[in-house]
């Protein structure tokens, strides 16, 4: 593969020139290979190289540096703003701490380097000047769509156990299939996962379910994303004896992840969206199943299971929210579509017309033409109540809680009480929203509250 070219960045190949002037060899390794081998543009490049720390900083004593991981051999160059990481070709202890080696050893040889990474397709090396270095058949399980880990894929996922979250998120995101030892290892090893940090594997997760396998991912692997995600157990078994559904819940669910756009909170919502269902189910005289009220169960589950795994507040409050309105049925009412813009915002409800398609899309065909009608109706009421501004929310409203203190009501519950209810009737379309009108309800429902 010495014929091989990849197109190197000015700044990286500086650094590479200047580590091969002063005698050095100098790679460009792991995951900017891979990507430039998959013709994707790569985000970050990582570079190699025979020098030892010392003499890293030596031949840059005249750039900005990064020593904070010198102990593992690393240093950042810093040129243009960009820190690129150079790290000794080495080889590494034990992981007592299932992420760190206790200790590192450097070497002067590369192969030795690239054996301790966790699969072959991030095991290879590149320079200009020596072409591909590739000891474990990286190149092949590139081209034949491969995900292995290099030796034994036991003492791998035990040296640090993150590498099956990684396993995972590579498969659905270079749509690669995993090798049947390295698959086997995968589940044999799952229980090792309850030793990372939460959000570690939060950020694992999220980046999985973006990718464009993760349909199948998603199912072949389900036992793995149980262990830090119980609350999807339930679903696996769990039948839809329904006309609107010809799929178990957890292959609805799956279904519907693949359906939305890879959106970190879309696909997050589309995981959790039916969790609850299985607490839900009711099955009638006739043998018809129904999950009424399916939704506040699958909330409440999912909010319990993003503050475990120590998601930021404001995605928990997003996805708790979608997840809750996601099976409202909508009409073509203005009223309606105005209460829950009220409710959830703007933000969310045009997010939660992509949920509420990729819902349907994934259910049985029964009534699907009319459910998506629906939809697309309630997304054009939308759009045109907030092209023309009307009234759903109490910024929007005519009056404000100072106009209710001139007035004489000053309890300030009251007030956020009327404003509210003031706020409804403008919705329902019982008063219009003018100053004038919704003064005198205003001293109405004061009055009324007041009167023994």
């Given at each position: 593969?010495?014929?091989?070219?990849?197109?190197?960045?000015?700044?990286?190949?500086?650094?590479?020139?200047?580590?091969?002037?002063?005698?050095?060899?100098?790679?460009?390794?792991?995951?900017?290979?891979?990507?430039?081998?998959?013709?994707?543009?790569?985000?970050?490049?990582?570079?190699?190289?025979?020098?030892?720390?010392?003499?890293?900083?030596?031949?840059?004593?005249?750039?900005?540096?990064?020593?904070?991981?010198?102990?593992?051999?690393?240093?950042?160059?810093?040129?243009?703003?960009?820190?690129?990481?150079?790290?000794?070709?080495?080889?590494?202890?034990?992981?007592?701490?299932?992420?760190?080696?206790?200790?590192?050893?450097?070497?002067?040889?590369?192969?030795?380097?690239?054996?301790?990474?966790?699969?072959?397709?991030?095991?290879?090396?590149?320079?200009?000047?020596?072409?591909?270095?590739?000891?474990?058949?990286?190149?092949?399980?590139?081209?034949?769509?491969?995900?292995?880990?290099?030796?034994?894929?036991?003492?791998?996922?035990?040296?640090?156990?993150?590498?099956?979250?990684?396993?995972?998120?590579?498969?659905?995101?270079?749509?690669?299939?995993?090798?049947?030892?390295?698959?086997?290892?995968?589940?044999?090893?799952?229980?090792?996962?309850?030793?990372?940090?939460?959000?570690?594997?939060?950020?694992?997760?999220?980046?999985?379910?973006?990718?464009?396998?993760?349909?199948?991912?998603?199912?072949?692997?389900?036992?793995?994303?149980?262990?830090?995600?119980?609350?999807?157990?339930?679903?696996?078994?769990?039948?839809?004896?329904?006309?609107?559904?010809?799929?178990?819940?957890?292959?609805?669910?799956?279904?519907?992840?693949?359906?939305?756009?890879?959106?970190?909170?879309?696909?997050?919502?589309?995981?959790?969206?039916?969790?609850?269902?299985?607490?839900?189910?009711r099955t009638d005289s006739n043998g018809v199943d129904h999950f009424k009220?399916?939704?506040?169960?699958?909330?409440?589950?999912?909010?319990?299971?993003?503050?475990?795994?120590?998601?930021?507040?404001?995605?928990?409050?997003?996805?708790?929210?979608?997840?809750?309105?996601?099976?409202?049925?909508?009409?073509?009412?203005?009223?309606?579509?105005?209460?829950?813009?009220?409710?959830?915002?703007?933000?969310?409800?045009?997010?939660?017309?992509?949920?509420?398609?990729?819902?349907?899309?994934?259910?049985?065909?029964?009534?699907?033409?009319?459910?998506?009608?629906?939809?697309?109706?309630?997304?054009?009421?939308?759009?045109?109540?907030?092209?023309?501004?009307?009234?759903?929310?109490?910024?929007?409203?005519?009056?404000?809680?100072?106009?209710?203190?001139?007035?004489?009501?000053?309890?300030?519950?009251?007030?956020?009480?009327?404003?509210?209810?003031?706020?409804?009737?403008?919705?329902?379309?019982?008063?219009?929203?003018?100053?004038?009108?919704?003064?005198?309800?205003?001293?109405?429902?004061?009055?009324?509250?007041?009167?023994?």
């Amino acid at each position: 593969m010495s014929e091989f070219t990849i197109n190197i960045p000015s700044d990286v190949k500086l650094i590479m020139d200047k580590l091969e002037d002063a005698g050095y060899e100098a790679y460009v390794v792991g995951g900017c290979v891979r990507d430039s081998v998959l013709g994707l543009e790569p985000k970050d490049w990582d570079l190699t190289t025979s020098a030892k720390p010392e003499e890293i900083k030596a031949v840059f004593k005249d750039y900005s540096l990064v020593e904070i991981g010198e102990q593992h051999g690393t240093i950042g160059v810093i040129l243009d703003g960009v820190a690129y990481e150079i790290t000794t070709y080495r080889i590494d202890g034990n992981y007592s701490d299932s992420r760190h080696p206790e200790s590192v050893s450097f070497t002067d040889n590369l192969e030795l380097d690239l054996s301790r990474r966790d699969f072959t397709v991030n095991a290879v090396a590149y320079s200009e000047k020596r072409g591909i270095v590739d000891p474990f058949n990286g190149m092949s399980d590139l081209r034949y769509n491969a995900l292995r880990c290099v030796g034994n894929p036991d003492e791998r996922f035990t040296e640090d156990p993150l590498r099956i979250m990684r396993a995972l998120r590579f498969a659905s995101v270079y749509n690669l299939s995993i090798e049947g030892n390295t698959a086997f290892s995968i589940v044999r090893n799952r229980l090792l996962l309850s030793k990372i940090s939460v959000e570690r594997i939060a950020s694992e997760l999220t980046k999985t379910l973006c990718g464009q396998s993760i349909n199948f991912i998603l199912r072949r692997y389900k036992d793995i994303f149980s262990v830090f995600l119980p609350e999807i157990v339930a679903t696996f078994d769990c039948e839809q004896n329904n006309p609107h559904h010809n799929k178990s819940v957890w292959r609805h669910i799956t279904a519907s992840v693949s359906n939305i756009e890879p959106n970190p909170l879309l696909r997050v919502v589309m995981l959790l969206h039916d969790i609850g269902k299985p607490l839900a189910l009711r099955t009638d005289s006739n043998g018809v199943d129904h999950f009424k009220g399916h939704n506040h169960f699958s909330a409440v589950l999912a909010k319990s299971a993003l503050e475990r795994l120590k998601f930021p507040t404001r995605f928990i409050e997003d996805t708790v929210t979608l997840i809750e309105y996601h099976d409202v049925r909508f009409n073509g009412s203005g009223r309606q579509i105005k209460h829950v813009m009220n409710k959830i915002g703007t933000e969310n409800f045009a997010r939660l017309m992509k949920i509420q398609r990729a819902d349907v899309l994934a259910q049985s065909r029964y009534m699907r033409e009319t459910k998506l009608l629906n939809i697309d109706n309630a997304e054009k009421e939308f759009n045109s109540i907030l092209e023309s501004g009307e009234c759903f929310q109490l910024k929007n409203l005519g009056i404000n809680g100072s106009d209710l203190i001139h007035l004489g009501i000053t309890e300030g519950k009251e007030i956020g009480s009327i404003l509210e209810l003031l706020l409804d009737a403008v919705i329902d379309g019982t008063i219009e929203n003018n100053s004038v009108e919704l003064k005198k309800l205003a001293l109405q429902i004061h009055r009324m509250k007041k009167e023994p």
